[in-house]
């Protein structure tokens, strides 16, 4: 019998089963090879056995990093490529690198660079899901950690401002996106009717840009303009993680009918129990009605009810 293996990773939103492009890639990876993996969602990576997400741990064994996660899969007897021929595994190394140099850096800046995303959307969004008081200071350790990432791999000569840095990156990134599309053509997966290992990593990197509401977008905006590359993300979300394009899963809505079906049988009790209180009223001795006191409001002042807000 197989040890049992767990998966610590961040969690997801807007239809998507986490955020974090290597979680998503381990994550897929899995459903395709079958590995019977837990998943945890965890909200807090200082948690995490070494720190980086996600992480996997099989007995004695700790793991991070995506490509050593899928390496011990393999090992495991998970194997996603073992159709593929030498040629279609070269490939796949090749196409992995360009998205670590073209599309990366681009994915980095949108959710932790780009102030408007940054502050709108990323930073709440960790923030709430991190204990107190390191949601004070972690996502913003984050956002440094992808600046400086960012500097390292693409602020050398000539591009030596960050203005021209973040113009680089994203002309890198369209072009990636174009040269994915171009790949995967009509086809379902990139290597034919079976997703692999490229299909994971593509799938890590295009889902999230594909599926967050940003206020910046140019990126999404691109992507959307490649039909083909966007049905390749709703189809894994579909058949793999049984989420349908407005990120709904089938228990999920068939909890939602249950929830309505109680609610209506609620309101319908409460109806009954209205009508017979009238019918005990209309039967019950009447008096003349007693007059109320005028509330009197402050000068200049309405009277209003305190509303809460939820902040992030």
Not at 36 to 41: A, E, Q
Request: aromatic share 10%; with cysteine.
């Amino acid at each position: 019998m197989a040890a049992p293996m767990e998966l610590s990773c961040w969690g997801g939103d807007w239809g998507l089963p986490s955020l974090h492009p290597e979680s998503l890639t381990v994550m897929a990876y899995a459903k395709f090879s079958g590995a019977p993996l837990t998943v945890n969602t965890i909200n807090n990576s200082w948690r995490a056995p070494k720190g980086d997400l996600p992480v996997l741990v099989s007995e004695d064994t700790v793991i991070s990093q995506p490509a050593k996660i899928l390496n011990f899969l393999r090992k495991q007897k998970y194997n996603a490529d073992y159709d593929l021929s030498a040629k279609q595994g070269a490939d796949t190394l090749a196409y992995i690198a360009l998205l670590e140099e073209k599309l990366h850096p681009a994915l980095l800046h949108t959710f932790w660079v780009e102030a408007e995303n940054y502050c709108s959307v990323t930073k709440p969004w960790f923030a709430s899901r991190i204990a107190f008081p390191l949601r004070l200071y972690l996502p913003g350790k984050m956002s440094r950690e992808a600046l400086n990432r960012i500097l390292l791999t693409k602020g050398g000569p000539p591009l030596y401002s960050l203005t021209e840095v973040e113009a680089q990156i994203y002309r890198d990134a369209k072009e990636c996106l174009n040269l994915l599309s171009k790949r995967l053509g009509t086809s379902q997966f990139f290597f034919g009717d079976t997703p692999t290992t490229l299909d994971a990593f593509v799938f890590g990197f295009l889902a999230p840009i594909y599926k967050v509401c940003f206020p910046r977008v140019q990126l999404q905006e691109h992507l959307k303009q490649l039909p083909n590359l966007c049905r390749f993300c709703d189809d894994i979300l579909t058949c793999y993680f049984r989420l349908t394009v407005s990120g709904q899963s089938p228990a999920g809505q068939d909890t939602a009918d249950a929830n309505l079906q109680k609610l209506t049988q609620l309101v319908n009790k409460e109806s009954n129990l209205i009508e017979k209180m009238d019918d005990n009223l209309r039967r019950s001795p009447q008096h003349p009605p007693r007059k109320l006191t005028t509330l009197k409001l402050a000068a200049g002042g309405e009277e209003s009810s305190p509303m809460s807000r939820l902040s992030p």
